[in-house]
């Protein structure tokens, strides 16, 4: 993925970066380096608790105005869909390595007050709906870090 990712940003590469990380917080990444992070499908294999802390550092990555956007799996809307998303949910429960280790989430619940959502849609394919969240740090955050109100 990382190679895909690194040629289909070729056109931009001296302004987007792929990065490849093994999971350890802190992140490698300087404080207010990056302007945009972008995550897809990761946050629906990791665990809530941990999943937060990856929140949480990836508010120190971004710039005062940085934007987070995240793709994830989530519950359905839709009979088919929900039927889809609570059998997914409920055989991951027992043997979440025949799904690849990822189940649906709440994009925004994980995201909580920290996070100001500037932007959701839901795509619904097959009977899979996949969250797409653009959020920014709340302004509560901004001020903690010493950052000037927008």
Avoid: K
């Amino acid at each position: 993925m990382i190679n895909l990712a690194t040629r289909r940003l070729a056109a931009w590469a001296q302004r987007a970066t792929v990065v490849l990380v093994d999971g350890s917080l802190p992140l490698p990444a300087d404080d207010g380096c990056a302007d945009r992070v972008l995550s897809t499908f990761v946050f629906d294999l990791l665990d809530a608790d941990y999943a937060r802390a990856v929140l949480h550092d990836l508010r120190r990555i971004l710039t005062p105005n940085g934007l987070l956007c995240l793709a994830s799996l989530t519950h359905g809307d839709r009979l088919l869909e929900r039927a889809l998303s609570g059998t997914w949910t409920r055989l991951w429960r027992m043997a979440p390595q025949l799904l690849g280790g990822c189940r649906p989430i709440d994009v925004s619940a994980l995201l909580g007050h920290d996070w100001q959502v500037q932007h959701h849609s839901r795509v619904h394919r097959w009977g899979l709906v996949t969250d797409v969240v653009t959020a920014a740090p709340n302004s509560r955050h901004r001020r903690l870090r010493g950052f000037p109100e927008n």
